[in-house]
């Protein structure tokens, strides 16, 4: 049974996740305030965590960051409709995913065992393949449905950024940053302009079937 650090301070969300979690078979480890949510990392490692945005002490940012000194595990934010810029704040400090209050059980599940997928595998396959779409990452050669996408270097970096993190939200600033380098940390409409390329050579049907927008946030690859 794995088990899974769980920090909120109102009474009735850490309830209703201790139930929802407990009925998915995880063993839940709650605790109210950052520094309690700390010490119990600390003392015996959890196999994730989830955490809210705002806590008592401290914020959910904040817990990210510290855990990410010294683990890898995968981690979950919670928070409320319209906190874009704590969500950006969480994923570019280490989350590896948030789902928004109010949420769904089945919905907050299949994130954490996606996000439990994801680090379970450690290795880097030469290609992947998703829905038709296959990328040699060695070869740096993209198929879909057996024809070959001919994609610029910039197109291709992104591809393979969202292909090794596939299925995890990426802010704007973490892919231009990667892909581009730390001088294009705010350039959000060079992004939006290479997404939209590579959209329409991957998904030229344009039923948008691998990346995914999360408005005012970043991006997801399907998978």
């Not at 969300?13 to 009925?23: F, H, M, N, W």
């Not at 704040?89 to 948030?98: I, P, V």
Request: hydrophobic residues 45%; charged residues 30%; negative net charge.
């Amino acid at each position: 049974m794995r088990r899974v650090l769980v920090c909120d301070d109102e009474p009735q969300i850490l309830r209703a996740l201790k139930v929802i979690l407990r009925e998915a078979g995880y063993e839940v480890v709650p605790a109210r305030t950052a520094e309690e949510a700390l010490d119990l990392a600390a003392v015996r490692p959890p196999d994730a965590a989830i955490l809210d945005l705002v806590l008592p002490d401290a914020s959910g940012v904040d817990v990210t960051r510290r855990l990410r000194e010294w683990s890898d595990l995968p981690i979950l934010v919670l928070s409320a409709v319209g906190d874009e810029d704590a969500k950006v704040q969480a994923l570019e400090a280490g989350a590896d995913d948030y789902v928004t209050k109010p949420f769904g059980a089945r919905e907050l599940v299949a994130r954490l065992g996606a996000a439990l997928r994801r680090s379970g595998d450690g290795r880097e396959d030469p290609a992947i393949e998703v829905d038709g779409l296959r990328v040699d990452l060695h070869a740096r050669v993209v198929q879909r449905d057996g024809e070959e996408v001919h994609l610029t270097p910039i197109e291709f970096d992104l591809l393979r950024m969202f292909v090794r993190h596939r299925g995890r939200l990426l802010t704007h600033r973490m892919l231009l940053v990667e892909v581009w380098g730390p001088e294009y940390g705010e350039d959000t409409q060079v992004l939006r302009a290479h997404i939209a390329n590579l959209r329409r050579k991957i998904e030229p049907d344009g039923l948008g079937r691998y990346i995914r927008t999360d408005p005012g946030v970043g991006y997801r690859f399907a998978g």
